[in-house]
């Protein structure tokens, strides 16, 4: 039972462009959601996260989207550069459980 | 560097076999989760443990168990080892536990079972 989907595997962008990853959530009960970023031989780190009070939240060139009637959520890249090149976890948490849940990740590349 | 260490970094064993990979969360932490990541999948959840007690447990097989000991590192016990456990392993560790809390994981432990 797949609660976190991100239903791309891949997205190739050209640099300085906007990268936009998305990902789709079941269970009504998560009300936090968080983007990880991952590159090979490293564990992910936190990118950046949202709570279901709001509807968008923003870190510099990154921005999160939440739409909770959809249980959709998106990370916005904007401009997109070579470095951001990895793959990008979406993963959510909820009341009633101490534990995140993951999607199966997007790896995004970025063209020179 | 996330402060969450983790060993070994690598691992090669064969079926039937049992392992043990360790885990040190940041200091301060007092949660420790534990995720499997196989090939072209998320980060499946395992099991949270918080202050040495188990908190949540995830799609954790019985031949899998794991502890969290009182200075808080954690070890994940797999045994009767099959091809299919082959997979990289993380640990993360965060200040409480918390839902809105954010995660902080180690490189991994790849283990290749043959």
């Known amino acids: 039972d797949q609660q976190v989907k991100q239903n791309s595997p891949s997205l190739s962008v050209q640099e300085g462009r906007i990268s936009i990853l998305n990902c789709d959530y079941t269970?009504?009960?998560?009300?936090?959601f968080l983007w990880y970023k991952k590159y090979p031989a490293e564990g992910p780190t936190f990118l950046i996260s949202?709570?279901?009070?709001?509807d968008k939240n923003e870190d510099g060139r990154f921005t999160v989207f939440l739409n909770k009637s959809a249980k959709h959520l998106s990370l916005h890249i904007v401009p997109s550069q070579p470095g951001d090149s990895a793959v990008y976890f979406c993963?959510?948490?909820?009341?009633?459980?101490?534990?995140?849940?993951f999607g199966a990740g997007t790896r995004l590349f970025v063209k020179a | 560097d996330s402060g969450v260490t983790q060993t070994p970094k690598h691992l090669i064993t064969a079926t039937g076999q049992r392992v043990t990979l360790r885990c040190s969360p940041r200091?301060?932490?007092?949660?420790v989760y534990w995720y499997q990541q196989s090939l072209d999948q998320g980060l499946q959840f395992l099991i949270h443990?918080?202050?040495?007690?188990?908190?949540a447990k995830g799609n954790i097989l019985e031949r899998f168990s794991a502890q969290q000991f009182p200075d808080l590192h954690s070890e994940l016990n797999l045994s009767s080892l099959e091809l299919g456990d082959s997979a990289l392993y993380f640990c993360?560790?965060?200040?409480?536990?918390?839902?809105?809390?954010?995660?902080?994981f180690g490189s991994g432990t790849q283990l290749s079972v043959l």
């Open positions: 993963a959510a948490s909820g009341t009633g459980g101490f534990k995140t849940i």
């Open positions: 993360a560790s965060s200040v409480e536990g918390g839902i809105n809390e954010k995660l902080f």
């Open positions: 443990y918080y202050n040495g007690e188990e908190r």
């Open positions: 949202i709570s279901s009070i709001k």
């Open positions: 269970n009504s009960m998560f009300d936090y």
């Open positions: 200091s301060g932490d007092l949660s």
